[in-house]
């Protein structure tokens, strides 16, 4: 089935450090998101992105963190600066219009924060 | 604002034991809920959803009907494998408004035994 592919599987930063999480989306799939989940808590939505710009966000969603999806590359999400508490698995998601709420998720970016 | 409740922690069943994962939500307006599951070192993928009151969704065995008056979608199986061991998540979307954030449980991690 279609794939969302997420780059690095794995994160290790100091704190205070800038840090760029790739996400390459479902190919035709015009709404991306981004979650994050804490070890053994569960998945909280951040932010979700059509068109070029935020459509929604969460109160997770610090004013440290941005997204952006440049001339249809990579879904990044930015965090900077990185603080101890941003330690999780963030997940990417692409879905293929807002009507079509199915999301396909990639395989998480665990980051690190020390 | 929207939220899922499910079973929580694990379930361990028996190979061809009958499974239930409670799920009950509450949201303000209609919203569609949905099953995912998540194996190990993947992200969660979709499994099936249901849109209105009454509505029985359904994929590999695995089944839930949404019952408005009662705001649940209870995961079942008639016969679970080992296979069928992974975390299941609930999750909901209101989609109001033009825009919507899906809401998820916290997860329930199955484990079945051969």
């Known amino acids: 089935g279609p794939k969302v592919l997420q780059i690095p599987s794995h994160q290790i930063i100091d704190m205070g450090q800038m840090v760029t999480l790739n996400c390459d989306p479902v190919?035709?799939?015009?709404?991306f998101y981004w979650y994050k989940q804490i070890l053994g808590q569960q998945m909280e939505f951040l932010v979700n992105?059509?068109?070029?710009?935020?459509?929604?966000k969460s109160k997770l969603f610090k004013d440290q963190f941005s997204v952006e999806r440049p001339d249809g590359s990579y879904f990044t999400l930015k965090i900077q600066p990185t603080a101890l508490e941003d330690s999780a698995v963030y997940f990417c998601?692409?879905?293929?219009?807002?009507?079509?709420?199915?999301?396909?998720f990639g395989h998480g970016t665990k980051l690190s924060v020390l | 604002g929207d939220s899922v409740t499910q079973t929580e922690g694990q379930v361990a069943l028996s190979e061809e034991d009958f499974l239930t994962i409670h799920c009950n939500y509450s949201?303000?307006?209609?919203?569609?809920l949905f099953w995912y599951v998540q194996y190990p070192g993947e992200g969660p993928q979709f499994l099936f959803r249901?849109?209105?009151?009454?509505e029985k969704g359904s994929s590999r065995g695995f089944e839930a009907t949404y019952n408005k008056e009662a705001t649940s979608f209870h995961l079942q199986k008639a016969s679970v494998q080992e296979s069928d061991s992974a975390v299941y998540y609930c999750?909901?979307?209101?989609?109001?408004?033009?825009?919507?954030?899906?809401?998820f449980g916290k997860g329930t991690s199955l484990v079945v035994h051969p």
């Open positions: 998601a692409s879905s293929l219009s807002r009507f079509d709420e199915r999301l396909f």
């Open positions: 190919s035709n799939h015009l709404y």
């Open positions: 992105f059509y068109n070029g710009k935020v459509m929604e």
């Open positions: 949201a303000s307006g209609y919203p569609a």
């Open positions: 249901a849109s209105r009151d009454k």
């Open positions: 999750a909901l979307s209101d989609s109001s408004g033009g825009n919507y954030k899906p809401t």
